[in-house]
């Protein structure tokens, strides 16, 4: 006789936007894209280390974190202090075990002038934390990144580092050398199957204050973006998700502006 027993429901499989077992290291994420980002990787399933150079703002987020069931660490970083960013590295790789898979080099500062009247300490000190920040983090952390195809380094760059932007050469120039070590490295390290991405994200966040602030700036920059509108910090962290995921196992090397079209 044929046999009628119902056959099990098999178990749904994973989600490849899944981050569960993985660890990651996000930094500027006292705030806005940064603990958008913290965020959405701890509601994704990954153990995240929160980092900013605003201690008490690393502790809210995490404890953000924490309280809505995720896990999540906290540490003081200037991207700038190569100590400092092994040490977060390592606290980073302790919360998942042993690995650091997911390395997000989100930290910023701006310091906007007309070229002719912007000093040489401007000019340093953005390029210092944009570039020299994303090298030096990427950096400590390479020794814990796994060679599994689980790694992940993702940087931040700007519209103003594809296009340029009046005012801001010294973000302009930063921003653009981080497409240029995203590029690189994303070459360097495929031999260990590490994926090196960027984003170019533009978001109401405090980063872009002093724009949305001034009537004229604003209406500039809106008629510029094709959607229209800001997005808001959670609307961009998705894409760092996506990046950070088995979905993406197959892109490195690549830019992403998420922007709402400014950038095409």
């Keep these: 006789m044929p046999d009628n027993t119902p056959t099990p429901p098999s178990a749904p499989s994973p989600s490849p936007f899944s981050l569960v077992g993985r660890s990651a290291l996000v930094t500027g994420a ?7 980002v913290a965020r959405a ?3 994704a399933g990954a153990a995240v280390l929160v980092t900013d150079v605003d201690k008490d703002a690393a502790a809210a987020v995490a404890t953000d974190i924490v309280a809505a069931g995720g896990r999540a660490g906290s540490a003081v970083l200037d991207v700038r ?8 590295a390592e606290q980073a790789a302790h919360l998942g075990g042993g690995a650091l898979n997911i390395v997000v080099n989100n930290a910023g500062a701006i310091s906007p002038a007309m070229f002719d009247k912007m000093d040489p300490g401007q000019f340093e000190k953005v390029v210092a934390i944009h570039l020299g920040g994303t090298f030096t983090v990427s950096q400590a952390a ?3 990144l796994p060679d599994d195809g689980t ?3 993702i940087n931040v760059t700007s519209a103003a580092g ?5 005012g801001q050469v010294n973000y302009s120039a930063a921003k653009a050398g981080v497409v240029g070590v995203t590029k690189s490295l994303a070459r360097e390290l495929a031999r260990r199957r590490i994926t090196v991405n960027a984003l170019a994200p533009l978001a109401a966040t405090s980063m872009t204050a002093n724009i949305r602030g001034n009537e004229k700036l604003a209406a500039l920059t809106l ?9 808001e910090a959670e609307e961009i962290a ?7 995921s088995d979905a993406a196992s197959y892109i490195t090397g690549q830019v992403l502006p998420v922007d709402g079209g400014t950038v095409m």
Excluded at 30 to 36: K, L, M, T, V
Excluded at 81 to 88: C, E, G, N, S, Y
Excluded at 162 to 166: A, E, H, K, Q, S
């Design 223 to 231: 008629a510029r973006i094709p959607l229209g509108r800001w997005a």
């Design 41 to 43: 990787f701890a509601r």
């Design 238 to 244: 998705s894409s760092f998700v996506f990046f950070a």
């Design 162 to 166: 594809l296009v340029g932007t009046i």
């Design 81 to 88: 202090d190569a100590a400092a960013a092994r040490d977060a």
């Design 151 to 153: 790694g992940r380094i």
């Design 142 to 144: 390479l020794p814990f």
């Design 30 to 36: 006292g705030n806005g894209i940064g603990a958008a």
